[in-house]
Nanobody
Framework: QVQLVESGGGSVQTGGSLRLSCAGY????????VGWFRQAPGKEREGVAA????????MYADSVKGRFTFSQDNAKNTLYLEMNDLKPEDTAMYYC??????????????????WGQGTQVTVSS
């Protein structure tokens, strides 16, 4: 199993950038497909980005495509979500989640066994 810890959230203005981190403890993240999800107050949880293993295929929600990008640091066992051109509608609590291999890249939350505690992103206009 793996423990996930998110960080990097904060408050920015429209058009700003943030880099969210998802650090894995107890097991290497290369053994898991990883997804980023977000949930705003009063709204359903939404999958925004996912990466498969071992080939690193990625998937992004249409709402973030072209603005959000995965990167990783294997030495730190950490995946990053680079978020650019942020908009007020990106405001939400962001969670990373992991599913053990074999797994497929997807934005649905079902099947992701491990979840972090979340990090808040607030974008002001």
């Amino acid at each position: 199993q793996v423990q996930l810890v998110e960080s990097g959230g904060g408050s920015v203005q429209t058009g700003g950038s943030l880099r969210l981190s998802c650090a894995g403890y107890g097991n290497t993240l290369n053994r898991y497909c990883v997804g980023w999800f977000r949930q705003a107050p009063g709204k359903e949880r939404e999958g925004v980005a996912a990466i498969s293993r071992p080939y690193g295929s990625t998937m992004y929600a249409d709402s973030v495509k072209g603005r959000f990008t995965f990167s990783q640091d294997n030495a730190k066992n950490t995946l990053y979500l680079e978020m650019n051109d942020l908009k007020p509608e990106d405001t939400a609590m962001y969670y990373c989640a992991a599913e053990p291999r074999p797994c497929t890249v997807r934005l649905e939350a079902v099947g992701y066994d491990y979840w972090g505690q979340g990090t808040q992103v607030t974008v002001s206009s």
